[in-house]
């Protein structure tokens, strides 16, 4: 993980430094507060040697995921779990022996609901499967029956939940292994029972240009509409476009209204100012509610 900036939420920014010590490294986080320009605590792997793929920062701000990668018999992967408040690690999960898995918090449920991709329990008869976890229950709660095949070689998976945590969105990106150009697998599924709801295919560039902030897809400031980047061919001739899809609308009434709230101001930064209480501009920010 070649990154400084390991993770950022809101006004918390999380720092990635390594130690290097008779020749282990120990990585350390400093998580800084934006707003107080504080640094508000320091965050340490539990072993030396242990390799970072991922940092995500819960959606309540109470804690840090951080994705390991070690050697102790065998290669595993640990998500251990950091709390914002005392800086300790408050919970574990094997994740993975085999591949790289990738999570993404629920933003409905505050910080007790994961899914994470390429998920392996040999007990449950699980292997490289898309779940949701409760981290409270400390169980798997629904499985995608859609078989995400392993990526091997150049490729990556981006994954997120929409603003509002209906869907859950899983973009595969791999090469075409001449390296000339890539594609995305885009899958939309229902953030609840992972039913997949639609699929999408696009050509990319050059694996050696892809990167995850060019081509993840991006939610509208009120949710509902999701774009994708891809290159269009035409004969000799390329060029880049975004194209910008429809998402199932939402049924219950709340939902609703805020789209049309958010989509008829210039800025969500402006929900600030509308004549409505703290908790239905809580609502409007997508602040975790459950």
Same mark, same amino acid.
């Given at each position: 993980m070649n990154e400084v900036v390991s993770a950022m939420k809101d006004h918390l920014v999380l720092l990635l430094t390594f130690r290097w010590e008779k020749r282990q490294y120990e990585a350390m986080f400093i998580l800084m507060d934006l707003f107080s320009q504080e640094i508000l605590g320091y965050f340490r792997s539990?072993?030396?040697?242990?390799?970072?793929?991922?940092?995500r920062i819960s959606p309540d701000n109470s804690c840090i995921a951080v994705l390991y990668y070690f050697r102790k018999t065998n290669f595993n992967y640990e998500l251990h779990l950091f709390s914002t408040r005392n800086c300790e690690i408050f919970d574990t999960l094997s994740c993975n022996t085999d591949v790289r898995p990738y999570i993404a918090f629920d933003p409905r449920y505050k910080s007790s609901?994961?899914?994470? *991709?390429? #998920? /392996?329990q040999q007990s449950d008869d699980m292997k490289n499967s898309l779940v949701l976890y409760c981290l409270t229950s400390q169980k798997v709660i629904a499985v995608s029956h859609v078989k995400l095949s392993v990526i091997s070689g150049?490729? #990556?998976?981006?994954v997120n939940f929409s603003k509002d945590g209906s869907y859950f969105v899983l973009q595969k990106i791999t090469d075409n292994l001449r390296g000339m150009n890539c594609y995305a697998d885009t899958y939309i599924f229902d953030s609840d029972s992972l039913k997949l709801l639609q699929h999408y295919f696009t050509n990319?560039?050059?694996?050696s240009i892809v990167c995850s902030t060019n081509y993840a897809p991006v939610f509208s400031n009120c949710g509902s509409r999701v774009s994708f980047t891809e290159e269009e061919r035409n004969? /000799?001739? %390329?060029q880049l476009v975004v194209t910008i899809y429809q998402m199932p609308r939402p049924i219950?009434?709340?939902?609703?209204? %805020?789209? *049309?709230?958010?989509?008829?101001?210039?800025s969500s930064c402006m929900v600030t100012?509308?004549?409505?209480?703290? %908790?239905l501009k809580e609502f409007l920010h997508f602040v975790p509610q459950l």
């Open positions: 539990p072993s030396p040697n242990m390799s970072i793929m991922e940092c609901r994961l899914a994470i *991709v390429n #998920y /392996t150049g490729g #990556y998976f981006c990319l560039q050059a694996f004969g /000799t001739s %390329r219950q009434l709340q939902e609703q209204c %805020r789209i *049309v709230i958010l989509q008829n101001i210039a100012f509308l004549p409505l209480p703290n %908790r």
